[in-house]
């Protein structure tokens, strides 16, 4: 089984910076992919930013120039670097996770969210 554990939430200004990370962990054979996701209340759950092996990124054209998703391949672990953050970034934010385990099955998972809330 693969684990995601997300940290670095919290209550921050608008203006100010937060840093998220998700340690993925368990029988991982390798990870292709791994991504944010965010989900304000009410809303459908959306893509914030995604990052591959290759170092291929993708964003949100709502957190481009503001957010940026790094990866350290060797602790399986993906960050998420929130600057200038607005009150409509409030949200929880999930990590997500794609790849193959040592059984050789692929294998998407969620973590269990972490909560940002941007005050004006």
């Known amino acids: 089984q693969v684990q995601l554990v997300e940290s670095g939430g919290g209550l921050v200004q608008a203006g100010g910076s937060l840093r998220l990370s998700c340690a993925a962990s368990?029988?991982?054979?390798?990870?292709?992919?791994m991504g944010w996701f965010r989900q304000a209340p009410g809303k459908q759950r959306e893509l914030v930013a995604t990052?591959?092996?290759?170092?291929?990124?993708n964003y949100a054209d709502s957190v481009k120039g503001r957010f940026t998703i790094s990866r350290d391949n060797a602790k399986n672990t993906v960050y998420l670097q929130m600057n200038s953050l607005k009150p409509e970034d409030t949200a929880k934010y999930y990590c997500?996770?794609?790849?193959?385990?040592?059984?050789?099955?692929?294998?998407?998972?969620w973590g269990q969210g972490t909560l940002v809330t941007v005050s004006s």
């Open positions: 997500n996770a794609a790849g193959v385990e040592t059984t050789y099955r692929n294998f998407q998972r």
């Open positions: 368990g029988s991982i054979f390798s990870i292709n992919a």
């Open positions: 990052i591959t092996t290759g170092d291929n990124k």
